[in-house]
C-alpha cells in the first residue's frame, strides 16, 4: 500500500513562530490531502494536492506536493494558539492511508 | 446538511462482552470507512466499503471484528469478546464516489473496555 511517514511526530512552538510538517512516501503518490484534528475533535479537510510542484496557500497554510510526488509538506507561518490540534497527510488510492500525524502546540 | 453521525458516542463495557457501533453517513455519500484512533495516535484504517462492491476488511486487526452496511447507507462496526486493547476512538467517515474526494469524520465512539 501507500504508506506516509510524517514528521515530526509533536512541535512545540511559540506563538508567532513558524511550523513545518512533511509527509514522505517511498512511492509515488496519485495525490495527497491534509486534515487538521483539534484536541478531542475528529479530523477536519484542509485541502488536496493534485499536481506534480503544485503549492497552494490557505492565509498563514502553505502546501506542497513535491515534484516527484513523493513529498509533501504545510507550513504554517506566524503561529497562533488556534493552529493547536495534529495535523495528517493522507494518500488516496481510493483507499485513504493517513501519516501518524504531527501533534502541534503553541505556547502563547 | 446533516454531516456524518455515530452512535453511541460513549460506550463503556466489560471485557468479553460484543458491541455494536453505529454510522450514519452522509446522505447521497456511497464511500465509507472506519478508523480507529487510540489516545494520541494517528488513524489505523479498519474497513472500507464503496457501493455495493465487496468491502475491503484488510485493516481489520483479528476475527472479533466485522462491519456489514445495509442498503448503502448505515454502517455498523462489531467487535465480539472485546479486549482492553480495542478502547480506543472509532472514527467513521463517508465521501463522494471516486478516487480522491474529501473524507468527512464523524465525531466518533469512545470505546472503553474495563
Known amino acids: 500500500g501507500q504508506q506516509v511517514m510524517q514528521i515530526p511526530q509533536y512541535q512545540h512552538v511559540q506563538e508567532g513562530e513558524d511550523f513545518t510538517t512533511y509527509c514522505n512516501s517511498s512511492?509515488?503518490?496519485?495525490?495527497i490531502q491534509w486534515y487538521k484534528q483539534r484536541p478531542g475533535g475528529h479530523p477536519v479537510f484542509l485541502i488536496q494536492l493534485v499536481k506534480s510542484g503544485e503549492v497552494k496557500k490557505q492565509k498563514r497554510l502553505t502546501f506542497q506536493f513535491g515534484e516527484a510526488k513523493k513529498n509533501s509538506s504545510l507550513h504554517i507561518t506566524a503561529t497562533q494558539t488556534t493552529d493547536v490540534g495534529t495535523y495528517f497527510c493522507a494518500s488516496v488510492t481510493p483507499k485513504f492511508y493517513f501519516g501518524s500525524g504531527t501533534k502541534l502546540n503553541v505556547k502563547p | 446538511g446533516a454531516g456524518v453521525s455515530q452512535s453511541p458516542s460513549n460506550k463503556v463495557t466489560e471485557k468479553g462482552k460484543d458491541v455494536e457501533l453505529r454510522c450514519d453517513p452522509i446522505s447521497g455519500h456511497t464511500a465509507l470507512y472506519w478508523y480507529r484512533q487510540s489516545l494520541g495516535q494517528g488513524l489505523e484504517f479498519l474497513i472500507y466499503?464503496?457501493?455495493?462492491?465487496?468491502?475491503?476488511k484488510s485493516g481489520l486487526p483479528s476475527d472479533r471484528f466485522s462491519a456489514e452496511r445495509t442498503g448503502g447507507s448505515v454502517s455498523t462496526l462489531t467487535i465480539q469478546r472485546t479486549q482492553q486493547e480495542d478502547s480506543a476512538v472509532y472514527l467513521c467517515?463517508?465521501?463522494?464516489?471516486?478516487?480522491?474526494?474529501?473524507?468527512?469524520f464523524g465525531p466518533g465512539t469512545r470505546l472503553l473496555v474495563l
Open positions: 512511492t509515488t503518490l496519485s495525490n
Open positions: 466499503f464503496q457501493g455495493n462492491s465487496a468491502p475491503d
Open positions: 467517515a463517508s465521501s463522494l464516489p471516486g478516487g480522491g474526494r474529501t473524507q468527512y
